[in-house]
């Protein structure tokens, strides 16, 4: 069984950060892909790490950064499920009505 589990538009979060990084150097979009991926299974082994926001979610979801990026995950859920990546300088608002959309 895989460790970790992506919601459809979580996979959909990673493309368009991937290929807004792709247009500046392709390298650099595959580190950070791999970076992304290793904290999905650092979070899947140690589930309850990461952070919790309340203000974004009265949800249990965890969050975890990874550079400007912040990772939403179901710690509860096996195989770990990852609910959404974004940017995270965007407004609480705006991350906390895409948490509500990706239930």
């Known amino acids: 069984m895989k460790p970790f589990d992506l919601h459809p538009e979580a996979i959909s979060d990673l493309d368009e950060i991937a290929a807004d990084f792709r247009d500046f150097s392709p390298e650099a979009a595959s580190r950070l892909l791999g970076e992304f991926f290793s904290e999905f299974e650092l979070a899947a082994q140690f589930p ?3 952070f919790l926001r ?3 979610t009265g949800r249990p979801l965890r969050f975890k950064l990874v550079r400007d990026y912040l ?16 940017h995270g300088r965007r407004s609480p608002r705006v991350i906390a009505a895409i ?3 990706r239930e």
């Open 99 to 101: 948490l509500r959309g």
């Open 71 to 86: 990772i939403a995950y179901a710690p509860a859920s096996e195989p770990l499920w990852v609910i959404a990546v974004v």
């Open 54 to 56: 309340p203000e974004l």
């Open 48 to 50: 309850h790490s990461g």
